[in-house]
């Protein structure tokens, strides 16, 4: 194949999909959004031009299928949905690097002695409902109550949401997929880690651990120039210091975890009235499951004292997710895959989630990483090279060639 | 007179004030606004009733006139405008009060040798356009070409909409007082200092300073999970260090400081996103300058810092008022008067800005405070017992009799 075309055909096909799913400026396609809908349109399209039967599951995913003589499956999978003006690379690289080298497979004569498939997953991000990996979570059948009473800013519930779009949420238990081999997804690595040492490629071995928490400070709202700072009770003031005192620990504690706030609102927000109250989240990450509890003992503490002082405080767990660890010998596989075909490769933690995260504890899976310049993502900004995009179609080319052939035993 | 009668008038008259110049549930009259001009309807007939002669000058400011042997006038003053979701007592208690006290001097058949007036003044608050006291501003001819080019969030500039309610800002100028002996003002207290103290009345001697300034510190927007602490720019981060450092520090400076941030925003203000910004106001007061001096050296200083780390700062200054010290012997004789009357006095800082404070450096002034419950306003749950405003009315009165006497040279 010729690497470079390739990967001009990739940027071609990114580009298109992102230019015909923008809100406004922005891309973002979150779960049954009418930019999603319109992706998913020329999906399909992309996957029936290869000759695949498309289908589309209970949840929303796209399945496109080409039929081995083996019922047993391969996917590949990425994610078609983006966070709020996101970039153009994020999810969709995934899906588009596995439809390019599935037609190399295809216009190869390779052949499929199992089947393939390609699933384009909704709604990894969590960017309409708090929880994410809709898609994923369908296919290992771990999309339980919970997931289907979130509720979305409008108080729609995912429920709801399927129902009005034509899903039905009976069904989503017979969806359960236990025909599948080995899961493969390729995805831009979101950090700057390959860029920094001029590494192609990346061979995730394990994946962080994440606690999100959505915490409320409640204070007391008074007059910003009449009341003595030493009887308020400053919600804004509270959390500024919790949140400097915390990262600093977090930054003494561990050399990779990672803790963030990246929302955060102050009520009423009147430049002279000391708050009511301040809402913020909390993004905490590591692949050390112990630092992960030492951060987590540590945020309880801390907001605890808060209260002692007479705030009132909430704390809200959204998501406790371990850190997991992908299969070893198909990374050995993969890694050794890449390094024959030239490419430079290291091994790596991701410290994005992924659908692939969902699916290892039930499925073998194996996640290759390709580079993000200055490690930007979730933003405009977001770029991967096409020579990189070539090498990841190049490198997952060969990858399933030799699972078809029976060179990596599923 | 019967102080506990003058006080339940007090609170029936606020109560009718209040009741009819609401917008849906919040009390809300800022200048020009339907709700303003019903308010001015009745304190227009309020002040007829008492056989005063009303007039209104070119910003909207109604004046009530008693004529006296001399055109050496004394002015009562205080604002009709309020906050948005306002109190019913902050600005209209010190009208009624003045209306109540002049009532009492009328019907005692007072020989009146100075001239007396009841100004309701328009826009203290600022809750249409940026600047506020723009009715006080008018008596001692401070409106400027600033103020007229102000505009509401509708981009309408004062100038335009003083023109389209049939004022003139031609006009302005000529409006300035020369005729003017004393100013008296009396606010509730907006603060819990009285409450606390067990204090009937507090005699202002100053009015602190004020600094408000409105930040951003611009960092780089990256993913939360896969960019390593030590090499993120994350404003959040930096905004929280510099509020809590920066709060400790003003706390160990001085006694009487304040400094609050009421507002913050963050953007783009996703949980899993390091964020691009975040925006927040700083709202500093003290009674001493150079302490105002110190925390805005400290502020530049160490948002400077932040920009050799590689943040971009931007640091607007909103306004810039010098602490007010008020007439000391005025404040004296006032404190003396209310002593006599047996009421717990004392002498006092006020926090919040006031009419009075723009006044003072033109005209002798004195300014009265009668106790907040719970210091609580600019809200719903502002309260002001009838107690306390029959106690308003009793010293005012006593103090202009004493005016009109001569007991006190003004």
């Known amino acids: 194949m010729n690497r470079q ?34 992706g998913k349109k020329i999906i399909r399209q992309w996957m029936e031009a290869l000759g695949l039967l498309v289908i589309e599951d209970q949840i929303g995913n796209l399945i496109a299928r080409k039929e081995g ?8 999978g990425s994610h078609m949905d983006t966070v709020k003006d996101g970039g153009k690379y994020d999810g969709a690289g995934g899906i ?17 002695d199992k089947s393939i498939e390609i699933i384009a997953f909704t709604e990894e991000e969590g960017s309409r409902f708090l ?17 289907l009473n979130d509720t979305d800013s409008d108080g729609i519930s995912l429920k709801e949401a399927m129902i009005s779009n034509g899903y039905d949420p009976e069904k989503l238990p017979k969806e359960k997929r236990r025909d599948v081999a080995a899961y493969l997804e390729v995805h ?29 400070i409640k204070g007391r709202q008074d007059h910003a120039g009449t009341t003595p700072m030493d009887i308020r009770l400053d919600p804004v003031y509270a959390a500024s210091k919790f949140i400097s005192e915390t990262t600093d620990y977090v930054r003494r ?37 112990e630092d992960l509890v030492n951060v987590t003992d540590r945020i309880y503490e801390s907001l605890g004292s808060l209260e002692e002082q007479g705030y009132a405080v909430t704390i809200k767990l959204l998501c406790a997710e371990e850190p997991v660890d992908l299969d070893s010998r198909l990374s ?9 075909l030239g490419l430079r490769t290291m091994k790596m933690v991701s410290g994005a989630g992924h659908d692939a995260q969902i699916i290892a504890p039930h499925i073998k899976t194996g996640l290759i990483f390709v580079p993000s310049v200055k490690g930007r993502s979730h933003s405009s900004d977001e770029y991967t090279k096409s020579y990189d995009l070539g090498n990841g179609v190049l490198l997952l080319a060969t990858i399933l060639k030799e699972m078809l052939q029976g060179e990596f035993d599923v």
């Not at 301040?278 to 993004?283: E, G, L, R």
């Not at 050995?332 to 024959?340: A, E, P």
């Open 5 to 38: 075309e390739v990967g001009l055909k990739a940027e071609e096909m990114l580009n298109e999909l992102a230019d015909q799913t923008r809100m406004g400026d922005e891309i973002w396609r979150y779960i049954y959004s009418d930019t999603e809908k319109k």
């Open 69 to 76: 003589k083996s019922k047993e499956t391969i996917v590949i």
């Open 96 to 112: 588009v690097i596995g439809l390019l080298a599935l037609k190399e497979l295809i216009e190869s004569d390779e052949t499929f």
């Open 131 to 147: 929880s994410g990996y809709l898609g994923s979570k369908n296919l290992v059948g771990k999309i339980t109550q919970l997931e």
């Open 188 to 216: 831009i690595e979101q950090g700057p880690v390959l860029e920094t040492l001029r590494h192609d490629i990346g061979i995730v071995e394990s994946i962080v651990g994440i606690r999100a928490f959505d915490i409320t």
């Open 253 to 289: 504690l561990s050399k990779t975890a990672t803790f963030t706030i990246g929302a955060m609102s102050v009520l009423p927000g009147v430049s002279n009235v000391i708050a009511d109250s301040t809402n913020f989240s909390i993004d905490l990450r590591d692949r050390s499951e």
């Open 332 to 340: 050995d596989f993969m890694y050794d895959k890449s390094q024959n």
